[in-house]
DNA sequence: ACGTTATCTGAAGATCCGCGCAGATGAGGA
DNA sequence: TCCTCATCTGCGCGGATCTTCAGATAACGT
């Protein structure tokens, strides 16, 4: 199982070590890395990003209308979007014989918003 | 091949197939999103998080404090560091025998910043 | 009650990816 | 130049994950 060298080597007796410390003191423990990661690794697929960023600009869409779309088959929506609801991304709402979907909070837009920022491109300008 | 039925269906005649029209223009297109899940996806390992969030609270570090920090193998994290640097996540510098590394851009930052808020941590109050 | 429509679920197959080891490369110091 | 330290790279295994098919479930309209 993983083992990792001590403080030995370009740490050793530097003034280094001190900052590393520090360092520990401020990475997030397991449970939360894990918690961020899983955020992260949820919207690390190009079929949830395309179906998150039409909820974003929408607000709220059935299966069958996600599936029309981003063109996807209407039981792989349906797939992917048990796993968002299951952790907490979307939120759904019953009406009649269909289920609507919307981004659940205000962070996941932000979030969405923000790295659209990144990659360069222009939204609704 | 994915093969997605046409527009029939539950849009069929309804007034909701103007709503999909309007998605579709706002959907990102494949390249799009394919920089967008890939940027997620970099950050949804546990082992990256570490690193960045270390990196967000440090500013800068070499390959072997950051194994010291998240006690991982350092050529584990010469892997690792490669693969974002190869995704401009990340920049680094060399000085002497040491590389350290850095977050890119602001942009990175605050994503990082939006999803600590996310998960209800609170990092440097 | 029946058929249709919309959505969900389970399972199997193929693919992808991270992980660590061992050796190679590059930069300094004596 | 030789030796040491920090970092990088190639390889192979194990594990997790996405995708899709086919059938089940739920809600309507008639």
Partial sequence: MGRVLPLDGCVGGDPQSQRVALVRAS???????GSLA?????LGDVRRTKILYALLEVGELCVC???AAVRVPEASVSQT???LRASGVV?????????????ADAHVRMLLDVCREHTGHEGSR
Same sequence: chains 1, 2.
């Fill in 65 to 67: 209308d996600i599936s």
């Fill in 91 to 103: 939120d759904n709402r019953r009406e009649g014989r269909r289920v609507y979907y919307r981004l």
């Fill in 27 to 33: 990475v997030p423990d397991d449970a939360e890395a």
């Fill in 81 to 83: 979007m048990r796993l």
């Fill in 38 to 42: 899983e955020l992260f690794r949820l």
